[in-house]
């Protein structure tokens, strides 16, 4: 099928990339989508020349958490993975807890995915092998660091570790020991561009894997303190995410080690996502600290979606919500927290797949064959 085409194509294109992102400003930043397309489909209207990514002259990034709990996990990961191959300068996917092969929440990916049929274990497993090779976060002009939930707990655990291609890719944060990451070798047949053979590349000295994946899990998982007067004397404290009392890796980072990590790197301000918003955006931390929200009417909810502007003059950040007009979108509890219909892939909307169908006829998927991403064939 092209879906499992555009997975292949995808995973070759990026498999190569540092898993931190250095950006410059003007970039629209774009928080959780939860398989919302028409979310998606409507800031692209709004974003874009001629709902083309290829004519943006301001870049998108998107901080993760595109599937499950929505109705179209498949067509936002069919719309955003298309956009990167047509214009890979035009758009920025880092990676979000969600895209992760232990996680199954809700209306899930993967139960998406069964509904296809035959090829839909396949399409599931090359998704997941796509997601190990996302960027965990990433900075724009070296002053605001941008990511899905949060940042290292540790100060010890540098961010230019992400630089180093030793660096584990894992299919999944979550799972216990070593096997849920696969480390990429000297990346053979690899041939860096001749500016990327200049850079020495930073190495990352800490050889334990679950370290690594501590490191990886506080970027996509860490929420702030509920308070921000709450454990004010503290760097981290125990997240409500956690399993039970016992449970502590999922922390929450407090006004203190958010201003020590500030201070580490000489940012200015954090944007993340990972919670919803009833506003779309959430300014809080002393306007260091932005979370964004981008999935209208979630959960029954009233909520707008929300946008963030990062521009390179002052006041340098610009925040936005609305409320798509389409009446055909709603994220309904139902969606959230029920079993999901039987479905076939061909059932959806015409409006739907007409854009899934037009992004996949612009790429050439005539090399794609070699290098795909197989859903077993590594330690995870």
Not at 175 to 199: F, M
Not at 287 to 300: E, H, N, Q
Request: aromatic content about 8%; overall charge negative.
């Amino acid at each position: 099928s092209k879906v499992s085409q555009l997975l292949t194509a995808f995973y070759k294109s990026r498999q190569n990339d540092p898993l931190i992102a250095r950006l410059r400003s003007p970039q629209y930043v774009v928080g959780d989508l939860h398989g919302s397309f028409f979310d998606l489909n409507d800031i692209i209207s709004r974003l874009t020349p001629f709902n083309d990514i290829q004519f943006t002259t301001t870049p998108i990034t998107f901080l993760g958490d595109y599937v499950d709990r929505g109705n179209h996990s498949i067509e936002v990961l069919v719309c955003l993975f298309s956009m990167k191959i047509l214009a890979p300068n035009a758009v920025n996917l880092l990676r979000g807890n969600h895209e992760d092969s232990a996680l199954i929440d809700g209306k899930s990916l993967q139960q998406a995915c069964e509904d296809l049929g035959p090829l839909g274990s396949e399409i599931h497993a090359k998704a997941i092998k796509c997601f190990s090779v996302l960027p965990l976060c990433a900075t724009i002009d070296k002053r605001i660091f941008i990511s899905h939930g949060g940042f290292p707990r540790s100060p010890d655990m540098d961010i230019s570790f992400l630089e180093d291609y030793s660096f584990p890719r894992f299919t999944s944060v979550l799972e216990d020991g070593t096997e849920a990451g696969k480390k990429l070798k000297p990346r053979l047949g690899h041939v860096p561009s001749p500016s990327a053979a200049k850079k020495v590349r930073p190495q990352c000295p800490i050889k334990q894997v679950s370290k690594l994946k501590e490191m990886a899990r506080d970027i996509l998982w860490s929420d702030p303190t509920g308070s921000e007067t709450e454990l004010i004397d503290e760097y981290m404290g125990k997240s409500e995410r956690c399993a039970d009392d016992n449970d502590t890796s999922v922390v929450t980072f407090t006004p203190l080690s958010l201003n020590r990590f500030l201070d580490q790197y000489g940012f200015s301000l954090v944007i993340r996502a990972h919670q919803f918003q009833i506003n779309g955006v959430r300014v809080s931390h002393s306007a260091k600290l932005i979370t964004v929200f981008s999935a209208s009417r979630y959960c029954d909810d009233v909520n707008p979606a929300g946008l963030v502007l990062v521009t390179p003059f002052a006041p340098h950040v610009k925040l936005a919500s609305y409320t798509p007009n389409d009446s055909q979108k709603h994220l309904s509890a139902e969606s959230c927290n029920q079993q999901p219909p039987q479905r076939q892939f061909n059932l959806k909307t015409s409006f739907t797949l007409a854009e899934v169908n037009c992004r996949l006829s612009d790429i050439d998927f005539s090399d794609s064959s070699d290098s795909s991403p197989k859903g077993d064939d590594d330690s995870s």
